[in-house]
């Protein structure tokens, strides 16, 4: 079982560069999410969808945008990319519900220079 | 507002030394409670959660947690701390039926 797949692993951009980061999911879960962590900062939550065709912003969604594309794909984009951008990015998935657990990404290593 | 609160932001212990590890919460519900470990490099695993029933629960790789409503706390403990056992843990607490509120981490290490 795959679980929850990110593409990249690492990337390197530079100010003003363009990317888009890829999560799939093969568990049929509804929910998925974008976290960013940062030293100290712990995982900030960026945006999540709570089903297919619905994206809901969490704490941090400045300068990125998000598609559902389908059940299994949710994507996040960075248009114009800063260095307060750099970060690890963690896709993640669940099903409904307080009590259930997220399945995490092995995240994306982003540097923007 | 909900709010996770891990105070401790570094611990060192010796390996075979007993852990724990501090959460505090802030949620005006009944809270589902979850920590999870991030190898480095790796993405989160679940260790254990709680959302009812005992208070005490027991997770994977010899850890548990008990949920103390009183003090707002879901402390995590492991009677022996093994070499592999270096990490970082998180609290967090599931809000709502979508949103999870994650706190800011604590890194362990353990000392040959």
């Known amino acids: 079982n795959a679980g929850v797949t990110q593409t990249p692993k690492f990337q390197v951009l530079k100010t003003g560069q363009s990317m888009t980061l890829q999560c799939a999911q093969d568990?049929?879960?509804?929910?998925m999410y974008w976290y960013r962590q940062d030293p100290g900062m712990g995982l900030r939550l960026i945006y999540y969808?709570?089903?297919?065709?619905?994206?809901d912003k969490g704490e941090v969604p400045n300068g990125y945008n998000v598609s559902r594309l389908n059940k299994r794909e949710f994507s996040l984009r960075l248009e114009s990319a800063a260095p307060s951008q750099t970060s690890v990015y963690f896709c993640?998935?669940?099903?409904?519900?307080?009590?259930?657990?997220?399945?995490f990404g092995q995240g994306t290593r982003l540097t923007v220079v | 507002a909900q709010s996770v609160t891990q105070p401790d932001i570094h611990i060192t212990v010796s390996e075979g030394a007993s852990l724990e590890l501090r959460c505090n919460y802030s949620?005006?519900?009944?809270?589902?409670l979850f920590w999870y470990v991030q190898s480095p490099g790796q993405g989160l695993q679940l260790l254990l959660k709680y959302f009812s029933g005992d208070t005490l629960v027991q997770g994977i790789k010899g850890f548990e947690a008990e949920f103390k409503r009183s003090q707002s706390s879901f402390n995590l403990r492991k009677p022996s701390v093994h070499w592999s056992d270096a990490a970082e843990y998180f609290c967090?607490?599931?809000?709502?039926?979508?949103?999870?509120?994650f706190g800011t981490g604590t890194r362990l290490k353990v000392l040959a």
């Open positions: 993640a998935s669940r099903d409904p519900g307080g009590n259930t657990e997220a399945f």
């Open positions: 568990m049929n879960h509804n929910s």
């Open positions: 969808s709570a089903s297919e065709g619905t994206t």
């Open positions: 949620y005006g519900a009944t809270p589902y």
């Open positions: 967090a607490v599931g809000s709502g039926t979508y949103k999870y509120i």
